[in-house]
């Protein structure tokens, strides 16, 4: 059986308890079948034609890959998806369904094959939003709770190690995950944020 090992010496190196992190959109007016994370770095649009990605939507500054000399301890994942108009309110709940019920979340290094296959709804939020709100929406208040899967905890992520022990990314490494929609794209009705954590230590120069 083959594993993956992490080297010991880091002589020059600082583990540091700090996510990588990546944000897509899923649109509304065009919707897609799938979002791709840790492709598109600081700088590039979100989706084609859109808003620059900034530190708030990801901490990558390369393509698919850390840079040398930094070093990443992979330990699990957290999806983070809501609605960034959350004044429609009506078909919140029903979209969310879509995107979690009939997605699937993929995470590959190199370009080829997944090493991690699964639903979705399978992958926790983590910290979010909690509790209801009114909103006034087509002259008529409507109530509404912030909607989420699994506990709103920072512990609370899909553990990707083997037998404890983390997946180790080394610096040239390629990586990237993604959600797909096998059976055709959610039909939503809302421009959807998804953010992708990946839970680690990251090792990076002195």
């Given at each position: 059986m083959i594993t993956r090992e992490r080297a010991e010496s880091r002589a020059a190196l600082r583990a540091l308890k700090n996510p990588l992190y990546d944000t897509g959109h899923i649109l509304a007016a065009a919707p897609t079948n799938r979002v791709n994370f840790f492709q598109a770095p600081q700088g590039n649009p979100i989706v084609a034609a859109g808003a620059l990605k900034t530190e708030a939507d990801t901490n990558l500054t390369q393509a698919g890959q850390l840079g040398r000399p930094q070093e990443f301890d992979l330990y699990g994942f957290q999806l983070e998806i809501?609605?960034?108009?959350?004044?429609?309110i009506p078909n919140t709940f029903a979209d969310l369904l879509l995107v979690y019920d009939t997605g699937v979340f993929e995470f590959f290094f190199g370009q080829q094959r997944p090493w991690l296959?699964?639903?979705v709804e399978e992958i926790p939020n983590g910290p979010a939003f909690e509790g209801c709100y009114a909103t006034a929406d087509n002259a008529a208040t409507t109530g509404a709770a912030f909607l989420k899967s699994g506990e709103g905890a920072a512990d609370a992520y899909y553990n990707f190690t083997i037998g404890k022990k983390p997946i180790p990314i080394a610096s040239a490494e390629n990586f990237s995950a993604r959600l797909d929609w096998p059976s055709g794209a959610p039909t939503t009705t809302n421009l959807y944020r998804a953010t992708c954590y990946m839970k680690g230590i990251l090792y990076a120069a002195l």
């Open positions: 809501f609605n960034t108009n959350c004044d429609d296959q699964l639903p």
